[in-house]
């Protein structure tokens, strides 16, 4: 090693090889091309001495909504890709929800477009099915889809252009969706609420006052969820195609994915920070700001989704991050039902799990199967991605373990910082001090710095050349 090297991360507790060990970790051309116990050379343009800290592979988070280019006061691929450097994450997966839907290769390759010029981190995009033509899946397949998002309830009210391509709301739709989604032999992901159900159970609106956030539970029950998920895991008894349920609430739906994954199904499910970490209880104390798409349930399913994940019902953690800005989320204090769901938690999500894990809730290493390994896996981007070792990308994280804080919207950078009200003044031990992607440091002492001369667009590793 003659030759001045990009980076070297010297003297940091590194989980390499399945366990926490001191080792340097030396970085070049976006790779981990050396790791070993002693250096054989000091020779670096960058050396960082991470003495004292814990350094992780990056975060990957498969549930993210930047919705960029539409709606730049909710948040830009700048902003929200900022604030998932931050927080951990050195890969995200973008939902394809924006104005036009991502449901078709032109929209895919304009946003495509939009995000290489404007982020901080790499992505990958989950498009729209859309129109259930061979040829719009194959140039969707060609275009780099990681995996395809169906909802299985109605669009919004007004915002249908969003959602075109992506709601299939009928058994019959929701089967011509799963047999069309199996030809990409890519995963499908399922936002998983019964429309008939949430239709039924509007009549209860009128129990509460508008401004009540028990309404939200009261017109979106745990049924909901549950029967839509029993609904799709049935119909796939038939069509066998890979499965992933998003963003699990509740102990019935758990049991549901349990007794499918038993009986030999290819599901995957992820829970997020909010489920795990907040009931309807902290809902009913912040408003319209803890207001989010299924709701954050009870005590109970709280603790059902831990023992998901210690039985490995549920294998990953995303953030379901949807920033919106504080007068669409006010809207809700009148009238509950009127603020758009969805709440910022990208910078937050590693954090509060490494709270969690200075708790004995949960350990270190099931933190990095749950948030690296494992999505990696699922989404064939393993070992490029998800893993510390020699040839993978230097996707990392620098941790300070013993570091104590409090959640503050000023401490946030996402566009929706002032709508995190859900964690406000929450005191969580572990911070990220740095955060290098493709071997750039991204962020560090909470300066950001934008990647140069990177592919940072990410794809199934299979699928496109």
């Known amino acids: 090693m003659d030759k001045k090297l990009e980076l070297i991360i010297k003297n940091g507790i590194v989980f390499y090889q399945n366990k926490f060990q001191k080792v340097n970790i030396v970085i070049d051309k976006g790779k981990i091309i050396e790791i070993n116990k002693k250096l054989k050379s000091n020779k670096a343009k960058k050396i960082i001495d991470a003495k004292n800290k814990t350094i992780i592979p990056g975060i990957i988070d498969i549930h993210f909504h930047v919705r960029a280019p539409s709606f730049p006061e909710r948040g830009t ?6 604030a998932a450097a931050k927080g951990g994450i050195t890969t995200l997966f973008e939902m394809p929800i924006s104005n036009p839907c991502m449901s078709n290769a032109a929209e895919f390759a ?14 990958a995009f989950i498009p729209a099915l859309g129109k259930l033509t061979d040829l719009n899946l194959q140039n969707l397949v060609n275009s780099g889809a990681i995996a395809f998002k169906v909802f299985t309830i109605a669009p919004p009210p007004n915002r249908k252009s969003e959602f075109n391509g992506l709601c299939f709301t009928t058994e019959e739709k929701i089967l011509k969706a799963l047999k ?6 890519l995963i499908t992901i399922f936002h998983a609420e019964d429309q008939l159900m949430l239709d039924s159970h509007k009549q209860y609106e009128n129990k509460y006052k508008k401004n ?18 029993s609904k799709i895991l049935n119909l796939n008894s038939i069509v066998k195609t890979k499965i992933h349920i998003a963003h699990v609430t509740s102990e019935l739906s758990l049991d549901v994915i349990s007794y499918f994954q038993k009986k030999g199904q290819d599901i995957s499910a992820e829970t997020c920070p909010h489920y795990l970490f907040k009931t ?15 709701p954050i349930r009870s005590k109970n399913d709280q603790n059902k989704l831990w023992k998901g994940i210690k039985n490995k019902t549920l294998t990953i953690v995303a953030s379901d ?19 758009p769901p969805g709440a910022p938690g990208a910078e937050l999500m590693l954090p509060l799990m490494l709270n969690a894990a200075s708790k004995n809730k949960i350990s270190l290493k099931e933190i990095i199967e749950l948030m690296s390994i494992n999505p990696a896996k699922r989404f064939n981007i393993y070992p490029k991605k998800g893993i510390i070792k020699k040839d993978s990308d230097a996707d990392l994280v620098i941790i300070d373990l013993k570091k104590n804080w409090t959640v503050k919207a000023e401490k946030l950078v996402s566009k929706g910082k002032r709508c995190a009200d859900l964690y406000y003044g929450d005191k969580i031990k572990g911070i990220i001090t740095a955060t290098i992607v493709n071997g750039n440091i991204v962020y560090e002492k909470n300066k950001f710095i934008k990647p140069k001369n990177q592919e940072l667009f990410v794809f199934p590793e299979n699928e496109v050349k």
């Open 321 to 339: 991050h949807a920033s919106f800005s504080y007068k669409e989320k006010s809207k809700g204090k009148k009238n509950f039902l009127m603020a």
């Open 212 to 229: 009540d956030p028990r309404i939200h539970n009261a017109t979106r029950p745990i049924i909901a969820e549950a029967s839509a998920i």
């Open 180 to 185: 069309h989604a199996k030809k990409s032999n």
């Open 110 to 123: 304009s946003r495509k477009k939009h995000f290489l010029e404007n982020t901080f981190i790499n992505f």
């Open 77 to 82: 691929v700048e902003s929200e890709t900022k």
């Open 280 to 294: 309807e209880k902290d809902v009913i104390k912040v408003g319209p700001y803890g207001k989010i798409n299924p």
